[in-house]
């Protein structure tokens, strides 16, 4: 048995719960913050131009739309996730594309 914790508040989640899955690998998230995330789609990727799905907090996504830099907007965000963000472009696709310096 796993015990996973939520990404976004870090609580634990029961075993029973139903888990949310990213694009990156397993995310977990509880109810509240599930309730206050909103999952968004990505603009293709550059590369493999498939286009991916993002649940972000609301309300890291609304000071973002309401203007702020995605960095001030996400200070938390690891780099790759940002770029995925803004971009579309996946961590593995900026390797293959030769761009990974850009990290
Ligand atoms: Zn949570
Ligand atoms: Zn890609």
Redesign the pocket.
């Known amino acids: 048995m796993i015990q996973y914790s939520c990404f976004n508040c870090g609580i634990d989640l029961p075993e029973d719960h139903d888990v949310r899955f990213l694009k990156d690998g397993p995310q977990p998230i509880c109810t509240p913050c599930r309730l206050n995330t909103h999952t968004i789609l990505t603009n293709p ?1 550059l ?2 131009e ?1 286009q991916s799905e993002l649940t972000l907090p609301r309300k890291n996504l609304d000071e973002w739309w309401n203007g702020k830099y995605v960095s001030d907007a996400f200070p938390d965000m690891p780099v790759e996730q940002r770029e995925l963000l803004i971009t579309g ?2 961590p593995e ?1 900026w390797k293959e594309l030769g761009l990974d310096e850009a990290f």
């Open positions: 990727c590369h493999c498939a472009i996946h696709c």
